[in-house]
């Protein structure tokens, strides 16, 4: 099931996406958040509503984040594809290396922008704003110490993360945070598929484009820790929630990584896409 949170009018709705629109939830949840904590029960309720309301045109509502005000901030890996993990060694003048454990940090909940909305750029804050492509997943069980034998029960479904990344502030602030965490770096969706539609998430193919040319292209099974390690290193000592989103890394390909570099400018469309998740497009903006 391909759920959407929408605006319809002045209102915002959780949604099932069918081919003919979108079927409203209301009577299931009044957000998404809300949907997964209720379960499998909830899930089974939306199912039959998905299957039997009516759809409303999808050119008639607009589409915004899954999840649009995450309860925590957003959990990233860092250098999770081999070829991305060597492009940024080089590209900051170091020894190509792989990291021996998850490299983990975050984004903040401002950061989150909608499927087809405008990112800023603004030239007095970064001049390396940077795209990544990457395969998300949000917890739908929360725990904590989670065997890496379990952990894919813990999770709700999947989207897409366009890991948007001031290069310039990284270098500066020696660390991600800063520099992956400007006001709309973190545009999500275009909806979230649910965890049995995606029964081997390693033949995901992931790819991103930037005004039709193809920047990067790879597979979720090249990840060089995977989802269940991820989920059990993290939730190691941690309590994971319900509902925390989890992006899990980008190929290589990136702006910083090219000779000579290339970041994005005002007018430059870039579309984010992963095999049975759609389409995350936005364009960027002068501020």
Do not use: W
Not at 138 to 157: L, Q, R, S, V, Y
Request: proline share 7%; aromatic share 6%.
């Amino acid at each position: 099931m391909r759920l959407v949170t929408y605006r319809d009018g002045n209102r915002t709705h959780v949604g099932a996406l069918r081919e003919d629109g979108v079927v409203a939830l209301d009577a299931v949840a009044p957000d998404m958040l809300t949907l997964i904590d209720g379960g499998a029960a909830a899930l089974a309720q939306a199912r039959t509503l998905a299957a039997e309301g009516q759809a409303i045109p999808l050119a008639d509502v607009t589409l915004l984040a899954p999840i649009p005000r995450p309860r925590q901030n957003v959990i990233c890996l860092g250098m999770n594809y081999v070829e991305h993990a060597y492009e940024s060694e080089r590209a900051r003048g170091r020894e190509p290396r792989l990291p021996q454990h998850p490299v983990f940090f975050t984004k903040a909940v401002t950061t989150i922008a909608n499927p087809e909305e405008d990112v800023p750029l603004d030239p007095a804050v970064t001049a390396q704003l940077d795209y990544e492509v990457e395969l998300a997943f949000i917890i739908g069980t929360g725990g904590k110490n989670i065997a890496k034998e379990t952990a894919m029960d813990h999770i709700f479904g999947y989207t897409i993360v366009n890991d948007l990344s001031a290069r310039d502030l990284q270098n500066q602030h020696l660390q991600f945070f800063k520099g992956k965490s400007l006001d709309k770096s973190c545009p999500i969706g275009p909806y979230i598929l649910t965890a049995d539609e995606v029964p081997d998430v390693a033949k995901l193919g992931l790819r991103l484009r930037v005004n039709g040319e193809t920047r990067q292209e790879s597979f979720a099974g090249d990840l060089i820790f995977d989802i269940p390690t991820i989920i059990a290193t993290f939730s190691h000592g941690t309590t994971i929630e319900a509902g925390t989103i989890f992006s899990t890394g980008t190929p290589s390909g990136v702006g910083m990584g090219r000779t000579p570099p290339e970041y994005l400018n005002p007018g430059d469309l870039v579309e984010a896409e992963i095999d049975k998740l759609g389409v995350l497009r936005n364009r960027i903006v002068a501020a």
